[in-house]
């Protein structure tokens, strides 16, 4: 049977021979490779619980009566699309086990994606020729946030009524274009009419259709210039180590997948989220407190809270406070993502030949220290994303927390720098040493393993006397 | 999104469903690493015994060395395992492989028994979990136990094109480019039609929204509208004791958004309004935009010791007896006042429109 159907399309595309060398593509074993996989089967799994999902949502704001099995919301006046909501949740056989899988997906798709960046970041991995494919793979987290936001905010719960109105705050505060900005995309106000008609589109059709064609393309990429390799015996610029495609790792990333698949029905039938019947209708007079977004928009939530309140005009015009933080510092942010590599290369490492060996983060004190650096100035942000929570835990004033979580802002980064740099450096002279004196003991090492970066530390040892 | 503070006990469940999932799959994974120890040692033992039948058993591994076609293992790295060795990992492998197919399909059974007897949501998940974890596991396991090849060795082509085919390429595209370059006309007409589609499209933005002059600046408040409550009852001068509050709204918009109003009844010598709104809080009754001017949250708690309004989303506090100004967190302005007086029915009015728009900044605020 296969190889009837092997002949069929050979005979029609000529295949024989890029099946031939696909078997024998090399793909890496190293268990900080799974997360951009572990990203990719998520995604895929979005889109099949997506679709089970789309069949029943209701993408209209309009309020109607709810009637529904969930008893205690019988008769109260709710958004359509929350009822639909409740309907999948309570009245499709799977469908809460399908809508709970769906949520934990994407926290878990985008989690995997910033892990994935993370593990890229400190190994160097965006170094030529990857720059093209670290760009992409911003634009592929930006993206993921996007949709993660407009899925959240559609089902017409309370929680996500209260994040619409914030989102429409940022827009709005956009100096000169805000306004016109906010219409374009609300329609006016948020809620009207559009809102949730327009988010959903976005959310099903327009952010997916671009994420499956960056994805592609990110692969694609992959593909053509495969993977990097951890540094280690046998490992060059020249080779890659690892498994072949057929059939080690296409058995072992198809495990992965439904391993995957596995965690996420765990957490969808055994965990609750987004409880939207506890939350209540959407209702603008109405609020939640302790409310806190989901965990990728805790950092820009953190944001909002620390950053204080001033008011300032430039030329006659607002510039509300809540632009800073919500409109500036993301862009920032990503901006810095998108510039690392090329910052890198012109003022940080100076090199612009092209890699295949990951370079482990104590080999680049700079890049780890300021790395780390920017991973807790985020997390400073996402805890003060819950700080009313943390005080409420403590029994502090949320003044305090606030005052002591803004000098954080400043003062853990700087020592986070300062003391990785220094375990970085110390660790590299030592490793470096170490390899010195392996090199004095056996001069012959150096040519048997054939390893550059043991050459580079070799010659940039000076020799004693 | 997480608010579940009204079901604490909700949370400490979430907490211990969490463990569930993740101790399940440690103690699988310290379970497996038991397992594999002992049964490699049992199955090396029975190896060991002289006329074991293994040779006749049907775990033939792949032809290990066995030259194919194409030079396919010229470059290939095979772990240096012997034959007999990984007949033993084979067996090994094969336990657990077939134990991981037999759970995924046993809980797939399972998922559709629940399923059609319609059980609940918990047994749907945790079965169809072990249905595709056992399918991973198995898959993975098959690759780790049953596979010869261990690591391979591929070479890497240059990525840059050679001199010859870059200086090919850019023959054959500068051949073209002349054409095209030398009608100056047409080359110009095309960046027109560009030109007039990129302002189609920018135009059609239009299409999406009201100018924004039409929302941002509406009439929320008129001058000789009663204050009602949200369940349509009038606010007279005995509604509120001194240190209570309520949510009030137009008479005839209840539940409007931008005209939603904190009214809060405090002691009326305690107010330090500014001079221009004197009279704007008669007996104390003080009314305010209940929109945070941040981030357009509903500013809803009172605080009745330290006369503060607190909006809940971020936290910003706004003192009622200063006119309502920000003394912490991160809004910068203070809420909108509107100015009350009494009727001759003794109901409490809107002396006019809110001293500012309500709701979060912009740039073209006044």
């Given at each position: 049977m296969i190889g009837f159907l092997a002949r069929w399309f050979d005979a029609r595309l000529h295949l024989a021979k890029t099946a031939r060398r696909a078997f024998d593509h090399v793909f890496p074993d190293h268990w900080s490779f799974m997360f951009g996989e572990i990203a990719l089967y998520s995604f895929v799994l979005l889109i099949i619980t997506g679709a089970f999902m789309a069949m029943f949502f209701d993408a209209t704001g309009a309020k109607v009566s709810y009637d529904g099995s969930f008893k205690e919301l019988v008769g109260?006046?709710?958004?359509?699309?929350?009822?639909?909501?409740?309907?999948?949740?309570?009245?499709?056989?799977?469908?809460?086990?399908?809508?709970?899988?769906?949520?934990?997906?994407?926290?878990?798709?985008?989690?995997?994606?910033?892990?994935?960046?993370?593990?890229?970041?400190?190994?160097?991995?965006?170094?030529?020729?990857?720059?093209?494919?670290?760009?992409?793979?911003?634009?592929?987290?930006?993206?993921?946030?996007?949709?993660?936001?407009?899925?959240?905010?559609?089902?017409?719960?309370?929680?996500?009524?209260?994040?619409?109105?914030?989102?429409?705050?940022?827009?709005?505060?956009?100096?000169?274009?805000?306004?016109?900005?906010?219409?374009?995309?609300?329609?006016?106000?948020?809620?009207?009419?559009?809102?949730?008609?327009?988010?959903?589109?976005?959310?099903?059709?327009?952010?997916?259709?671009?994420?499956?064609?960056?994805?592609?393309?990110?692969?694609?990429?992959?593909?053509?210039?495969?993977?990097?390799?951890?540094?280690?015996?046998?490992?060059?610029?020249?080779?890659?180590?690892?498994?072949?495609?057929?059939?080690?790792?296409?058995?072992?990333?198809?495990?992965?997948?439904?391993?995957?698949?596995?965690?996420?029905?765990?957490?969808?039938?055994?965990?609750?989220?987004?409880?939207?019947?506890?939350?209540?209708?959407?209702?603008?007079?109405?609020?939640?407190?302790?409310?806190?977004?989901?965990?990728?928009?805790?950092?820009?939530?953190?944001?909002?809270?620390?950053?204080?309140?001033?008011?300032?005009?430039?030329?006659?015009?607002?510039?509300?406070?809540?632009?800073?933080?919500?409109?500036?510092?993301?862009?920032?942010?990503?901006?810095?993502?998108?510039?690392?590599?090329?910052?890198?290369?012109?003022?940080?490492?100076?090199?612009?030949?092209?890699?295949?060996?990951?370079?482990?983060?104590?080999?680049?004190?700079?890049?780890?220290?300021?790395?780390?650096?920017?991973?807790?100035?985020?997390?400073?942000?996402?805890?003060?994303?819950?700080?009313?929570?943390?005080?409420?835990?403590?029994?502090?004033?949320?003044?305090?927390?606030?005052?002591?979580?803004?000098?954080?802002?400043?003062?853990?980064?700087?020592?986070?720098?300062?003391?990785?740099?220094?375990?970085?450096?110390?660790?590299?002279?030592?490793?470096?040493?170490?390899?010195?004196?392996?090199?004095?003991?056996?001069?012959?090492?150096?040519?048997?393993?054939?390893?550059?970066?043991?050459?580079?530390?070799?010659?940039?040892?000076?020799?004693?006397? | 999104m997480r608010a579940d503070k009204d079901n604490p006990d909700k949370e400490g469940h979430h907490y211990a469903l969490w463990g569930l999932i993740v101790g399940g799959v440690a103690f699988s994974f310290a379970v497996y690493r038991a397992t594999s120890k002992a049964l490699s040692k049992v199955f090396s033992a029975i190896g060991k015994t002289p006329n074991s039948p293994s040779a006749d058993l049907a775990l033939t591994p792949a032809p290990a060395v066995a030259p194919e076609p194409h030079g396919r293992d010229a470059d290939r790295d095979i772990e240096p395992v012997s034959r007999s060795e990984f007949e033993d990992r084979q067996r090994v492998g094969l336990v657990f492989v077939v134990s991981a197919f037999s759970a995924a399909i046993a809980a797939g059974v399972g998922f559709l028994f629940v399923y059609w007897t319609g059980g609940s949501n918990m047994l749907l998940g945790g079965t169809l979990a072990l249905s595709f974890g056992g399918l991973g596991a198995a898959l993975v396991l098959w690759a780790h136990w049953l596979m010869r090849e261990r690591e391979a060795v591929e070479p890497r082509e240059p990525l840059p094109s050679s001199t010859h085919e870059r200086e090919d390429a850019s023959k054959e595209f500068f051949a073209g480019e002349r054409q095209?370059?030398?009608?100056?006309?047409?080359?110009?007409?095309?960046?027109?039609?560009?030109?007039?589609?990129?302002?189609?499209?920018?135009?059609?933005?239009?299409?999406?929204?009201?100018?924004?002059?039409?929302?941002?600046?509406?009439?929320?408040?008129?001058?000789?509208?009663?204050?009602?409550?949200?369940?349509?009852?009038?606010?007279?001068?005995?509604?509120?004791?001194?240190?209570?509050?309520?949510?009030?709204?137009?008479?005839?918009?209840?539940?409007?958004?931008?005209?939603?109003?904190?009214?809060?009844?405090?002691a009326e010598q305690a107010l330090r309004l500014p001079k221009e709104r004197a009279g704007w809080a008669p007996m104390g009754y003080v009314a305010y935009s209940r929109v945070c001017t941040h981030a357009g949250c509903p500013v809803g708690e009172y605080e009745t010791e330290t006369d503060l309004l607190l909006c809940p989303c971020h936290q910003s506090t706004f003192a009622v007896l200063d006119a309502a100004q920000p003394t912490s967190g991160p809004a910068a302005r203070a809420l909108p006042q509107l100015p009350l007086y009494v009727d001759q029915d003794g109901y409490l009015c809107a002396g006019g429109d809110f001293t500012e728009p309500p709701g979060p900044g912009f740039w073209g605020m006044p």
């Open positions: 109260i006046s709710v958004p359509a699309a929350y009822r639909s909501v409740l309907h999948l949740s309570f009245d499709v056989p799977a469908g809460l086990l399908v809508r709970q899988m769906h949520h934990w997906a994407a926290l878990i798709f985008i989690g995997a994606i910033v892990a994935h960046l993370a593990r890229l970041f400190f190994t160097a991995a965006y170094r030529r020729p990857r720059e093209i494919n670290w760009i992409i793979g911003v634009t592929l987290l930006i993206l993921a946030l996007f949709n993660g936001y407009f899925g959240y905010s559609l089902a017409g719960d309370l929680l996500s009524g209260s994040g619409l109105r914030i989102a429409y705050a940022i827009v709005l505060s956009i100096p000169l274009i805000g306004s016109w900005l906010a219409s374009i995309l609300f329609g006016g106000v948020v809620p009207t009419d559009v809102t949730i008609p327009r988010m959903y589109m976005a959310h099903i059709f327009v952010i997916p259709a671009m994420l499956a064609a960056l994805v592609a393309l990110h692969l694609g990429i992959i593909w053509r210039q495969k993977h990097t390799n951890y540094p280690g015996p046998g490992r060059t610029d020249e080779t890659i180590v690892g498994s072949r495609l057929w059939p080690t790792y296409t058995a072992k990333s198809l495990g992965l997948c439904f391993l995957v698949f596995g965690f996420i029905a765990a957490l969808g039938g055994l965990v609750q989220i987004n409880p939207v019947w506890i939350y209540g209708p959407d209702n603008p007079t109405a609020i939640l407190p302790g409310a806190q977004p989901d965990w990728y928009l805790g950092w820009i939530e953190g944001a909002l809270r620390l950053f204080p309140g001033v008011n300032l005009r430039i030329a006659g015009g607002l510039v509300p406070e809540i632009f800073f933080p919500g409109v500036l510092l993301p862009l920032f942010v990503f901006a810095l993502l998108y510039a690392y590599p090329f910052i890198e290369k012109a003022f940080i490492s100076v090199d612009d030949k092209p890699h295949n060996v990951l370079r482990l983060p104590y080999e680049q004190p700079f890049n780890t220290a300021f790395g780390c650096a920017a991973f807790i100035c985020l997390l400073v942000l996402f805890f003060a994303g819950s700080d009313d929570v943390i005080a409420v835990t403590l029994g502090a004033s949320v003044v305090t927390i606030r005052e002591i979580l803004r000098i954080l802002f400043f003062v853990a980064p700087a020592v986070t720098a300062v003391v990785v740099y220094a375990g970085c450096s110390m660790w590299q002279r030592r490793s470096e040493s170490h390899r010195h004196l392996r090199s004095l003991a056996r001069p012959e090492f150096l040519a048997v393993t054939g390893d550059p970066k043991m050459k580079d530390s070799a010659a940039r040892t000076t020799l004693p006397g | 095209i370059h030398r009608r100056k006309l047409l080359t110009g007409m095309t960046a027109a039609v560009l030109g007039t589609f990129a302002a189609i499209v920018i135009s059609l933005l239009r299409s999406f929204g009201p100018p924004p002059a039409s929302f941002m600046f509406p009439a929320v408040w008129k001058r000789g509208q009663r204050l009602v409550t949200g369940t349509g009852t009038r606010v007279s001068m005995d509604t509120l004791e001194v240190g209570s509050y309520v949510t009030v709204f137009p008479e005839n918009s209840i539940g409007s958004v931008n005209a939603q109003t904190m009214l809060i009844r405090v």
